[in-house]
């Protein structure tokens, strides 16, 4: 499949837990990896692999994939926090593929 | 420390070819497990991939903008470019380059360029 969904808009109350969710048919056999998108800025990967913080991503974002399904978990979310997320996985051939984005507002 | 940055026209015509580059330092497209990938974005839209080249030439493209597109690099120059022929106002987008990096469990575009925006319009 060349798809992933995610749910348009997601919030969050400050300093709550919260998941973001991701579902294809790639994830079958190509972790999920998670971007932040602030406005007007690039993409930051937060999230690779099985569940890989780059160098300078806070410890409270982790991301699991299991079957169709990943998730991105932001556990004591910040204001700073507030932002578009879209995962990213690959297809059979090796070709990337999006979501379609979910905004993150933190109340 | 890796950098990227695009580079091109902010202004295309409709039908025209659109010439981007991506201009790189911290790593070269010499070396095993690496690649230089193109994703735009239209204003308020979603990131959507187009065209990614490997450090052994292999190049790959979004199927439905494969006909329309070339993806090229120059390792002497630590440059990737990307053409986009026969233009619409619907590839007005930010267009960002992106290093793509084996990490062991996959290919993952670890670092991004700030984006330039390329508006399409007669």
């Known amino acids: 499949s060349s798809e992933l969904t995610q749910d348009p808009a997601v919030s969050v109350a400050l300093g709550q837990t919260v998941r973001i969710t991701c579902q294809g048919d790639?994830?079958?056999?190509?972790?999920a990896s998670w971007f932040q998108q602030k406005p007007g800025q690039a993409p930051l990967l937060v999230i690779y692999g099985k569940n890989n913080r780059p160098s300078g991503i806070p410890d409270r974002f982790s991301g699991s994939t299991s079957g169709n399904r990943g998730s991105l978990t932001i556990t004591g979310a910040q204001a700073e926090d507030e932002a578009d997320y879209y995962c990213?996985?690959?297809?059979?051939?090796?070709?990337?593929?999006f979501g379609g984005g979910t905004r993150l507002t933190v109340l | 420390q890796i950098t990227l940055k695009e580079s091109g026209p902010t202004l295309v015509k409709p039908t025209q070819t659109l010439t981007l580059t991506c201009t790189f330092s911290g790593f070269s497209l010499n070396t095993s497990g690496v690649g230089v990938g193109w994703i735009r974005q239209p204003p308020g839209k979603a990131l959507e991939w187009l065209a990614l080249?490997?450090?052994?030439?292999?190049?790959r493209y979004r199927p439905s903008l494969k006909s329309r597109l070339t993806i090229a690099k120059d390792t002497s120059k630590n440059q990737v470019v990307l053409k986009m022929t026969n233009v619409d106002p619907v590839d007005t987008a930010t267009y960002y380059c992106?290093?793509?990096?084996?990490?062991?469990?996959?290919?993952?575009?670890?670092?991004w360029g700030q984006g330039t925006l390329v508006n399409v319009s007669s």
């Open positions: 992106a290093f793509d990096h084996w990490s062991g469990y996959g290919y993952y575009f670890m670092y």
């Open positions: 990213n996985s690959r297809d059979t051939s090796g070709n990337p593929l």
């Open positions: 790639s994830l079958r056999h190509y972790s």
């Open positions: 080249i490997y450090w052994d030439d292999d190049k």
